[in-house]
């Protein structure tokens, strides 16, 4: 099976910077894309931002704050998120669009990890 583990997730105060970290492991053949979303109590989870063949994407909210980046040969994704605002306050989850051993396509998720920013 496949695997998605987060770190680096904390309280920040406002203004500040964190760096989210997603490693996957296990029956990977290929990884096809690795993203970030997030969500908070009662919302729908929301795309912050995407990697795919080169090409990224992200949230107009966190456009020229937060950047992904992909160590390809180590299956990890990151997301430094620099000036940081009380409304980036959510439940982070990796994402991973993968190929496996077995050759299927599979949608995995990260078990999430919280950011807080707040004073």
């Known amino acids: 099976q496949v695997q998605l583990v987060e770190s680096g997730g904390g309280l920040v105060q406002p203004g500040g910077s964190l760096r989210l970290s997603c490693v996957a492991s296990g029956s990977i053949f290929s990884i096809n894309a690795m993203g970030w979303y997030r969500q908070t109590p009662g919302k729908q989870r929301e795309l912050v931002a995407v990697s795919s063949g080169g090409s990224t994407n992200y949230a107009d909210s966190v456009k020229g704050r937060f950047t992904i980046s992909l160590d390809n040969a180590k299956n990890t994704v990151y997301l430094q998120m620099n000036s940081l605002k009380p409304e980036d306050t959510a439940v982070y989850y990796c994402?991973?669009?993968?190929?496996?051993?077995?050759?299927?396509?599979?949608?995995?998720w990260g078990q999430g990890t919280q950011v807080t920013v707040s004073s």
């Open positions: 994402n991973a669009k993968i190929f496996t051993s077995a050759h299927y396509f599979l949608n995995s």
